[in-house]
């Protein structure tokens, strides 16, 4: 199993241009989140997915949407980059309720210029 | 929000030393689980423990938890250079399946 991986890796954008995150998993699981995390704040939780077809906002969700349309795949957008999206993004996935455990991916780095 | 919140902020100790950490909560949980996370990468689960747990080992980990106190601590016992990283506490409510991270505790430990 590759477990939760992410595309890109590294990404420069320019202010107003728009991109998509892919987050990957091959475990079968149900729920999938992105976290943001940037110097001094911890992680920060964009918006999760409890299942295929569903998402829900989370703590920053402002500025990303996203879309759960087949179970192993979670994409977060980025309609029009702003410097404040600058940061390093993270995947991870939980394989239902019941499993505590979050698998996560090794990141995105992205710089807004 | 259950987010935990880890103390201290910054941790340096030489190899060998034992290193601790603590996290606070403010709402009941179900469990709290330990997270480590390298430089640069992603978190990698440690050790989960439950609410009707008090302590729980794993290797040099040890894991206390105090639910009267709303608190947790993580000892890393013989600590190595290995163990030089940032870590994150989440506690979780029962039937909730949103955990949540503070800002961690960063542990360098010296060769």
């Known amino acids: 199993n590759a477990g939760v991986t992410q595309t890109p890796k590294f990404r420069v954008l320019k202010t107003g241009q728009s991109m998509t995150l892919l987050c990957a998993q091959d475990m079968n699981h149900e729920y999938m989140y992105w976290y943001r995390q940037d110097p001094g704040m911890g992680l920060r939780l964009i918006h999760y997915s409890v299942g295929e077809g569903t998402t829900a906002k989370g703590e920053v969700p402002d500025g990303y949407n996203v879309s759960r349309l087949k179970k192993q795949n979670f994409l977060l957008g980025l309609e029009s980059a702003a410097p404040s999206q600058t940061s390093v993004y993270f995947c991870a996935s939980i394989a239902d309720g019941g499993k505590e455990t979050q698998y996560f991916g090794p990141g995105t780095r992205l710089l807004v210029l | 929000s259950q987010q935990g919140e880890e103390d201290p902020q910054a941790l340096s100790i030489q190899e060998g030393e034992n290193a601790t950490m603590n996290c606070s909560y403010k709402?009941?949980?179900?469990?709290l689980q330990w997270y480590r996370q390298n430089s640069g990468r992603g978190l990698v689960h440690l050790i989960l423990i439950r609410s009707n747990e008090r302590e729980k080992h794993s290797g040099r980990l040890r894991v206390t938890l105090d639910t009267s106190k709303k608190s947790s601590s993580l000892l890393i016992t013989a600590s190595r250079a290995a163990d030089t990283a940032s870590y994150f506490c989440a506690p979780k409510k029962g039937g909730s399946y949103i955990p949540t991270f503070g800002r961690g505790t960063s542990l360098i430990v010296h060769p």
């Open positions: 709402t009941s949980i179900n469990n």
